[in-house]
């Protein structure tokens, strides 16, 4: 035997690297660093599918009819499906348009793959500022195996729509600063939506993230763990922080939408 096939990595398949992603990340990732370059695809269609399995999952639940009523959240109970009901004269009994669930599944589904792009590229920048330069193929496979927890989250997240009839309202630590499930007479201004948009970001598996991130790093890179934890905080810091803008916007121009059309029921 030769010292080259002697030193060689055994080739692991697609579900063992999975799971060492999880649960064996250093070895893992100092295997994927030199190995398995081309198949960062497989993991990359799982996560999107999962992303977007739990709005397919909310879109599958039927509307339920309502009487008019006064602005209070009311539940159904034949479905288990909070309802809001608004001041208008006759309920829809049938979704008027497939459209904003095909746009949402759309916007998710591309979502996904910029958020690779943009991890990539920080973490490129960072490796480079750190001294410790990368190519942007590597940080961008990086990025992908990375996002397995939220793979996890979405596949979660699923089981509990499709368990409960309910979809997800409050994502993260937001439902401690605006409750999406009840309508207000106040509508939130710019502070309770910027914060709203941060905390929505906080939850377990953004935690399980960047701990592979800074593993990842350390297997790729050769960064101290400090250093590795220090760019993955920042990262996500300031990408957190760009999405603050949209969110603001957003709800603003949803809250004058209500003012002008009426609730949204």
Request: avoid cysteine; proline fraction near 7%.
């Amino acid at each position: 035997m030769s010292v080259e096939n002697a030193t060689k990595p055994a080739k692991k398949n697609i579900i063992a690297l999975l799971v060492g992603v999880l649960i064996r990340p250093k070895t893992t990732f100092g295997y994927l660093k030199d190995n398995y370059k081309r198949g960062w695809w497989l993991p990359a269609v799982l996560i999107v599918l999962l992303s977007v399995a739990p709005l397919w999952a909310a879109a599958r639940q039927s509307p339920t009819a309502t009487t008019p009523a006064m602005n209070v959240p009311e539940m159904s109970g034949a479905k288990g499906v909070v309802v809001e009901v608004g001041p208008v004269e006759t309920p829809p009994t049938e979704p008027a348009s497939g459209a904003p669930g095909i746009l949402a599944l759309g916007g998710a589904i591309l979502r996904t793959p910029l958020a690779w792009l943009l991890w990539g590229g920080a973490l490129y920048l960072a490796s480079v500022f750190l001294g410790r330069s990368s190519s942007f193929g590597q940080m961008f496979r990086l990025a992908v195996w990375t996002w397995l927890p939220y793979g996890i989250r979405g596949l979660v997240q699923t089981i509990y729509v499709l368990t409960t009839g309910k979809a997800i309202v409050n994502s993260g630590l937001s439902g401690f600063v605006i409750d999406k499930g009840a309508q207000s007479l106040i509508p939130p201004g710019p502070g309770q939506l910027a914060l709203a948009s941060i905390l929505g970001r906080v939850d377990i598996y953004a935690l399980w993230h960047l701990l592979l991130v800074s593993v990842g790093l350390m297997a790729f890179t050769n960064l101290t763990r400090k250093k590795a934890w220090t760019a993955a905080l920042v990262i996500w810091l300031v990408l957190a922080l760009l999405g603050v803008v949209p969110a603001i916007f957003g709800g603003m121009f949803g809250n004058v939408l209500d003012s002008l059309l009426g609730p949204r029921v």
